[in-house]
């Protein structure tokens, strides 16, 4: 359960930092080929009343720094014949921070050996590897690309490091200049069925409440609205200093775990409820 945990904490905090610089759209378990995150990076209109979409990318999150291994041939061809950009970010939960990598440097490797296609036969590629680089290490370059033909058939690519460092402050709201997080377009029906799920579980009693002066005060700034997709809630207007983050957040752990119950992952002794 605590690697299922983990992995969810992680990618819960990766959609929320990188969502401060692009629509993020999760890709659910059932349907992850490889990457956690379909994006779409935020162009600001030229008044800077309107974010409009630009550049798409996709993003698979680590909770870890060990090297991602593609072994089987259709998962080499599909990472060697992205159309989109292709990112990997590694968390920190302790620091609340991600490191994001590009993986550019891998056509350098596939143009070069290839990746094992069935009809290149000059090609020794029976694995590629995207290495990531020692944790806080000092960059010296990009080291030489081995050729797999002597290590076995292994195409090993070192990303190099994070193009992109987001840490706490990198992310927090001026107090008076708050911060739009979007919960419609393809994030919609999934916000209305967890608030739903939620909601009910309130009812239910199955979730307390700890009486946390920060929570009840952001609950209390929440206003329902409806859209297609369904009941929401949002800040009673997008500029208001009245914060909702507090009640988003217990609605986003509250779905982690209906998402650990969903994948057959039980709580190993009786709780009597959850408490936020």
């Not at 159309?83 to 970010?89: D, E, K, M, R, W």
């Not at 990746?115 to 000059?122: E, H, Q, T």
């Not at 995207?130 to 195409?155: A, H, Q």
């Amino acid at each position: 359960m605590a690697a299922f945990t983990q992995g969810a904490i992680s990618e819960r905090l990766a959609e929320s930092i990188i969502g401060t610089l692009a629509f993020t759209t999760e890709v659910p378990y059932r349907e992850d080929v490889g990457h956690d995150f379909h994006c779409v990076l935020y162009v600001p209109s030229s008044d800077g009343k309107m974010l409009n979409a630009g550049p798409s990318f996709n993003v698979q999150v680590k909770s870890n720094r060990r090297a991602l291994s593609y072994k089987k041939l259709h998962a080499r061809e599909w990472l060697a014949t992205q159309q989109t950009p292709f990112f990997v970010c590694t968390v920190d939960r302790e620091r609340l921070t991600c490191d994001i990598y590009s993986t550019w440097n891998l056509h350098n490797g596939v143009l070069r050996y290839g990746y094992g296609a069935p009809d290149d036969s000059g090609s020794f590629v029976k694995v590629i590897k995207l290495v990531l680089p020692p944790s806080r290490s000092r960059w010296t370059g990009f080291p030489e690309i081995d050729d797999p033909s002597r290590k076995g058939g292994v195409l090993s690519i070192p990303l190099g490091p994070p193009i992109l460092r987001l840490k706490p402050d990198s992310v927090k709201d001026p107090e008076d200049h708050p911060c739009e997080w979007w919960m419609g377009g393809g994030r919609a029906r999934q916000t209305v069925r967890a608030l739903e799920r939620f909601h009910n579980a309130v009812i239910d009693r199955e979730l307390g409440h700890t009486g946390s002066y920060v929570l009840t005060r952001h609950a209390l700034n929440a206003r329902r609205r409806i859209s297609k997709a369904g009941i929401q809630i949002a800040k009673e207007h997008p500029d208001s200093p009245r914060k909702i983050d507090a009640l988003v957040a217990s609605v986003l752990a509250f779905e982690a775990r209906a998402e650990a119950i969903a994948a057959g992952i039980s709580e190993q002794r009786e709780m009597g409820g959850f408490t936020f």
